[in-house]
């Protein structure tokens, strides 16, 4: 059974920063593609960065490009997000997510496997 655990969510001033982690129980990690993606109340899940199989290609929306940064760990089976210069628009439920080959690394319909989301708060 596949189970994405997140945290690292919490309540911070804008400007701030945090870092989010998600621990994966997939038997070959390394072999995943891994993404993280948010989703504020009434507004669709979004895509906020992802990051290839050994870490060499990453990729990032262009509402968090320079302010975050994606990171994987494949011995720990962990993927990171560091999330600096934090604005109350950031503000959502982020969820992990992983899949294989994702068809389109932007889209949440290329992941097979979720977290449960952990939420993120960022004050004015």
């Known amino acids: 059974q596949v189970q994405l655990v997140e945290a690292g969510g919490g309540l911070v001033q804008a400007g701030g920063s945090l870092r989010l982690s998600c621990a994966a129980s997939?038997?070959?990690?390394?072999?995943?593609?891994m993404g993280w993606f948010r989703q504020a109340p009434g507004k669709e899940r979004e895509f906020v960065a992802a990051i290839s199989w050994s870490g060499g290609s990453r990729y990032y929306a262009d509402s968090v490009k320079g302010r975050f940064t994606i990171s994987r760990d494949n011995a720990k089976n962990t993927v990171y997000l560091q999330m600096d210069s934090l604005k109350p628009e950031d503000s959502a439920v982020y969820y992990c997510a992983a899949d294989p080959d994702p068809d389109e690394v932007g889209s949440r319909w290329g992941y097979e496997y979720w977290g449960q989301g952990t939420q993120v708060t960022v004050s004015s």
């Open positions: 997939l038997r070959t990690f390394s072999s995943y593609f």
